[in-house]
Nanobody, 124 residues
Framework: QVQLVESGGGLVQAGGSLRLSCAAS????????MAWFRQAPGKEREFVAAISWSGGATNYEASVKGRFTISKDNVKNTVYLQMNSLQPEDTAVYYC?????????????????WGQGTQVTVSS
């Protein structure tokens, strides 16, 4: 069993940056692919970014490519999402997810464990 706790959300102006963190407990993160999804009000949950269990492959949703960077620290058992050049359309609750030995799939059903989410609000 893996417990995931996100942090780092908040309110930021358009063009600003935030770094989200997701701390895992219960299992070492080294065997898990990690991903970030987000859900805006009235919309379905959507894929943002993922990193394979080995850390050798990353995957990004088209609208965040070049602005967001996912990374994981197996020693700290934490995955990060560095978000730059934030725009109002990035406003959402951001969720961390984990999949054992995953490849970094953009599909939510590939992930077994989910955090509770952290709110990101970007003002114009």
């Amino acid at each position: 069993q893996v417990q995931l706790v996100e942090s780092g959300g908040g309110l930021v102006q358009a063009g600003g940056s935030l770094r989200l963190s997701c701390a895992a407990s219960g299992r070492t993160m080294s065997r898990y692919a990690m991903a970030w999804f987000r859900q805006a009000p009235g919309k379905e949950r959507e894929f943002v970014a993922a990193i394979s269990w080995s850390g050798g492959a990353t995957n990004y949703e088209a609208s965040v490519k070049g602005r967001f960077t996912i990374s994981k620290d197996n020693v700290k058992n934490t995955v990060y999402l560095q978000m730059n050049s934030l725009q109002p359309e990035d406003t959402a609750v951001y969720y961390c997810a984990a999949a054992v030995l995953g490849s970094g799939s953009p599909t939510s059903r590939s992930y077994n464990y989910w955090g509770q989410g952290t709110q990101v609000t970007v003002s114009s």
